[in-house]
């Protein structure tokens, strides 16, 4: 049968086949777009909550204070004193280990920017030492629960090293 002998049913069935065919495509296509943007965001919120920790003015603070305690020696002899610049410095450590459980903030990528430093901070403030035998939060009556996520963020950062690598799933559309 040849293309001149379709009868108008034919060429509404043709018509009806390819316009499905298009609208799926562009349904596809569409779908890749929205997910390679809500990967790009997830990358871009990740990126701003771990440059709070350089850029956030509460948290420089808290850390300058905490810094001259530690000098000095006033943060073995009075750590009371500095409870609020600890709980400024493990909150936003925290905020970020439960948006990595939660999956707003990509893990691989906030490791690369706070691995040091969570392991840092929990091991000065949190775990047990000569000085403080129960974690210096006991000594300024924190309570270790409240960053129990922080811990376990800080033990799975120690057991495995990941490593962010943008090989994003959507590169061969590009």
């Avoid at 569409?30 to 771990?50: D, F, M, P, W, Y």
């Avoid at 922080?150 to 799975?156: G, V």
Wanted: hydrophobic letters at 45%; charged letters at 25%; glycine letters at 4%.
């Amino acid at each position: 049968m040849a293309i001149s002998e379709f009868t108008a049913e034919q060429w509404i069935a043709i018509g009806t086949i390819s316009l499905a065919f298009v609208t799926a495509l562009l349904v596809l296509v569409g779908t890749v777009h929205i997910s390679a943007i809500r990967h790009e965001n997830k990358k871009a919120q990740t990126l701003a909550a771990c440059s709070n920790w350089d850029q956030n003015p509460n948290i420089y603070d808290a850390l300058q204070k905490l810094w001259a305690a530690i000098e000095s020696g006033d943060l073995k002899t009075t750590p009371r004193k500095f409870r609020p610049q600890i709980n400024v410095i493990l909150n936003f450590l925290d905020a970020i280990a439960i948006g990595i459980e939660q999956d707003l903030y990509i893990e691989n990528l906030a490791w690369d920017h706070l691995d040091a430093i969570v392991k840092r901070v929990v091991k000065r403030y949190i775990d047990p030492s000569s000085d403080a035998p129960g974690g210096l939060l006991e000594r300024v009556d924190m309570d270790r629960e409240d960053y129990l996520r922080l811990i376990e963020l800080r033990d799975r950062w120690s057991r495995a090293h990941p490593r962010f690598r943008d090989v994003s799933r959507w590169k061969i559309w590009r």
